[in-house]
């Protein structure tokens, strides 16, 4: 006999409390706007196979192959040699030098960033995160009881980083440097002098630079070359996945690639050790990452154009509405533009008005880690142009009402 009536429920850990994911968070109160019969335009994930865009077909017949070939065991942990061997001469081939025995295939870009951060940084330890930042960042760290420290990105520099407020904020516990370029939320890519400013930063003060560069294919003008480029021997880890490039998101197939500096050989050694403790990422994604990296990738222009195209409907609209302002992103999918909220309101308030009132569901700055007066909210854009521009009639007669009253 179980005393289920009696007994309080199971209490849960601490920790929960201090997670948060804004990107998806947002959708209960959608659904629930939904269930009340509004059409909702999920503007809130960046996941370009939900708007249209396919997965390439060598690829799928890659993992279909994989399938039938029974590549369906444990893989090892590290991931199998053809995919480590691909990502290995993807980097050297784009300048910055990697051998397969440094690269690690993890469940996206996500479980890399995981996996290095648990290896680096103990509790009560501190990181360097963006702000606005992509909030898998914060809720790593809030999980290993570590501490995320803001360093500003400018939106009247173009979103570049505030580097005398980065430098302000480094203290004995700080042990990384997370830069993610090209950005998500913002859509910038810094430029090289910004780029070797943060490298010399991080050298400066024996930090580990975790590069997230999930969005590096996606330049609008082209691929954005590594970090690891401008100097090979710093201690850079690299990350990246099929998800945003490949158009495969739902795969949950990335890499990570750690740096030649024998200063990072210890951190190599302690995520070989938890990387061995999930067993392997997902085996049969595995055999899609060679044909991707060395296959035909004459879908990446066209994706570029179609994304560069819907910047530039976005800008237009965004700064033509009264009151609201927005920095033109150079890559991905995501614009940041500002609202000027009355005094009191919140971004989060704008952004749950403009839900009920229109159904286009965005995130609010402040769940990417921005002052929620400061009126900041994220956009993807990656639905097709007609849709978007009925989107921003919405949001554009939404607005104008919201700032009268
Ligand atoms: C900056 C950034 N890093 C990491 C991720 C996670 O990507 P993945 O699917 O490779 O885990 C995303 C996804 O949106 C992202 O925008």
């Known amino acids: ?73 444990y893989g090892p942990s590290a991931g199998i040699p053809a995919a480590r061997e691909a990502v290995a001469a993807e980097y050297t081939a784009n300048g910055f030098p990697m051998t397969a025995d440094r690269v690690f295939i993890t469940a996206g870009t996500s479980e890399g960033i995981e996996l290095t951060l648990s290896a680096v940084v103990d509790e009560g330890g501190e990181v360097l995160v963006p702000m606005p930042t992509y909030p898998l960042y914060t809720a790593v760290l809030a999980k290993l009881d570590a501490k995320a420290k803001y360093y500003r990105l400018d939106p009247s520099r173009g979103w570049m980083p505030d580097l005398d407020h980065l430098k302000s904020l480094v203290t004995p516990a700080t042990r990384a440097l997370v830069v993610i370029d090209p950005n998500n939320p913002t859509g910038a890519v810094y430029s090289t002098e910004t780029r070797r400013a943060l490298l010399a930063f991080a050298d400066e003060h024996g930090l580990l630079i975790l590069a997230d560069e999930v969005y590096g294919d996606l330049g609008f003008e082209g691929a954005i070359e590594p970090y690891g480029r401008l100097d090979p021997d710093a201690a850079i880890i690299s990350f990246s996945s099929l998800s945003k490039a490949y158009l495969a998101p739902g795969w949950r197939t990335g890499w990570m690639a750690v740096g030649r500096s024998p200063r990072l050989d210890d951190v190599l050694a302690a995520v070989r050790k938890l990387a061995d403790g999930r067993l392997c990422s997902t085996v049969p994604m595995q055999y899609a990452i060679a044909p991707a990296l060395t296959g035909d990738r004459s879908h990446q222009p066209a994706f570029r154009n179609a994304l560069k195209a819907r910047a530039e409907l976005t800008i237009g609209r965004l700064c033509a509405m009264p009151g609201v302002t927005c920095v033109a992103p150079t890559a991905a999918f995501y614009a940041m533009p500002r609202v000027a909220l009355p005094p009191g309101r919140t971004d989060e308030h704008y952004v749950k008005a403009l839900l009920h009132a229109t159904g286009v569901l965005c995130v609010h700055g402040s769940g990417f880690g ?14 097709p142009l007609e849709e978007l521009t009925e989107i921003y009639d919405l949001m554009e007669q939404f607005t104008a009402q919201y700032l009268s009253c």
């Open 1 to 73: 006999m179980t005393s289920a009536r009696t007994q309080p429920a199971i209490p849960i850990a601490a920790r929960v409390h201090r997670f948060t994911y804004a990107i998806r968070n947002v959708v209960a109160e959608a659904q629930r706007v939904e269930a009340a019969g509004t059409r909702v335009r999920y503007l809130n994930i960046g996941d370009p196979v939900a708007f249209g865009f396919k997965t390439p077909p060598h690829l799928v017949a890659a993992v279909d192959r994989a399938l039938r070939d029974g590549h369906n065991n």
């Open 370 to 383: 921005l002052p929620a007066e400061e009126g900041f909210l994220r956009i993807v854009f990656l639905a």
